[in-house]
């Protein structure tokens, strides 16, 4: 059964009070701020020919101990979800998430099932995908009819706890204008149906199927972000807030901002260097805002890098609304990492930082297009991913 007492992460199960304010409340003092956790999106595989197995249910009814309360279902049957606890330190996440990637991948060895970790499955059909059990499932598969039935995706979520709702208010407007970077950096889908599609994260463009996702747009406050949900909550457009995808959301419960644009990494290496960009760049939004000026920042702007990103990860070239030109991914990362760095290593986390440089010199799409090359084409390219979990 999935833990409900397990924060800033693993929100999507415990029941939220709905009705005016009552969900919005931020999370009690005691919360240490700029704290990090992380949820992984994880596919599970059939070895014998490498397929994905909707086999959730069974795998988590062996579960037990640390991996049963760190671990749930998703929308698909063939997903699973691993999340660490909250951490100070990006480090000690790092340890945590490898030490769950262990004992799970034990547990499904004796299922003769293994798992990998990407933003899409490469050869999957939407004719094969099976929705989970359970009643926030059965909910969606009403609320969206086929559409919750297209391929699963798989995502890379990050927390960060911030002191008070507006200074995470801010923070969330102002992170608007780094997320195409983090999209870019992570884009980890380059194939879909078997096909090669030219995108580095095609698991974007697909996820973009589902109502409430994309970037937000702005809000003056606080009180506009939450009277806007609150809207949505009294008109039951959706149940609660956990059904609002959008990339970047507040989550008052945890007191956190919940990072959501980024592709599943396919090495925890990976994924601790996103969780240290992401942590540095939310303490340096909420605290002295340097990075991001929202008048300057355009909407479109944001949509369109958001684009350029999914479609060229890594090698895009983004539009700086600032200089009136276009910058290299690259560019863009050493400026980012210039103003995050006093920030980085205060929180203990500049050598993971620094790593990122490593997405934006060999973008992940690439290396999955030449394990594709092999002899074993795309069945091979997922057992590779698969020997990398």
């Known amino acids: 059964m999935r833990s409900e007492t397990i924060s800033p992460v693993g929100e999507e199960a415990r029941p939220v009070q709905t009705g005016t304010g009552a969900w919005s409340d931020w999370a009690p003092a005691g919360v240490t701020p700029w704290t990090v956790g992380v949820e992984e999106e994880v596919m599970l595989l059939d070895p014998t020919d490498w397929s994905l197995a909707s086999e959730a249910d069974a795998v988590m009814a062996r579960l037990t101990g640390e991996l049963e309360t760190h671990t749930s279902t998703e929308t698909h049957g063939s997903a699973l979800e691993l999340r660490t606890d909250p951490h100070e330190n990006v480090a000690e996440g790092l340890s945590q998430l490898e030490s769950l990637r262990c004992e799970l991948a034990e547990e499904l060895a004796t299922l003769d099932l293994k798992a990998a970790v990407a933003g899409l499955h490469p050869f999957t059909q939407w004719q094969s995908t099976k929705i989970s059990e359970g009643d926030r499932y059965r909910f969606l598969y009403g609320s969206m009819r086929e559409l919750a039935r297209r391929e699963p995706t798989f995502a890379l979520h990050v927390h960060v706890a ?142 369109e890098n958001r684009f350029l990103a999914a479609r060229d990860g890594a090698e895009a070239s983004l539009i700086d609304a600032r200089s009136g030109q276009r910058a290299q991914v690259p560019d863009v990362l050493e400026s980012v990492l210039a103003m995050c760095t006093p920030h980085a290593e205060d929180l203990g986390c500049l050598e993971e930082l620094q790593s990122t440089r490593n997405l934006a010199s060999t973008p992940r799409p690439v290396r999955q297009l030449d394990l594709a090359r092999g002899p074993n084409k795309l069945p091979g390219l997922v057992e590779a991913l698969s020997a990398l979990f």
């Open 162 to 303: 911030v002191p008070d709702p507006e200074s995470a208010m801010l923070a969330a407007n102002r992170l608007r204008s780094h997320l195409p970077l983090l999209l870019a950096l992570s884009a980890n889908s380059p194939f879909w149906q078997g096909r090669e599609t030219g995108l580095a994260s095609a698991r974007t463009p697909l996820f973009q199927a589902f109502p409430r996702v994309g970037i937000p747009r702005a809000f003056n406050d606080y009180e506009e972000y939450v009277s806007t949900i609150d809207l949505l909550l009294r008109c039951e457009a959706f149940p609660e807030p956990t059904f609002l995808w959008w990339d970047v959301r507040l989550q008052p419960r945890f007191g956190t901002i919940e990072v959501r644009i980024m592709d599943a990494q396919t090495t925890v290496t990976d994924s601790v260097a996103l969780t240290a960009l992401v942590q540095s760049l939310i303490r340096l939004e909420a605290t002295d805002g340097s990075g991001a000026d929202p008048a300057i920042d355009l909407p479109e702007v944001i949509a």
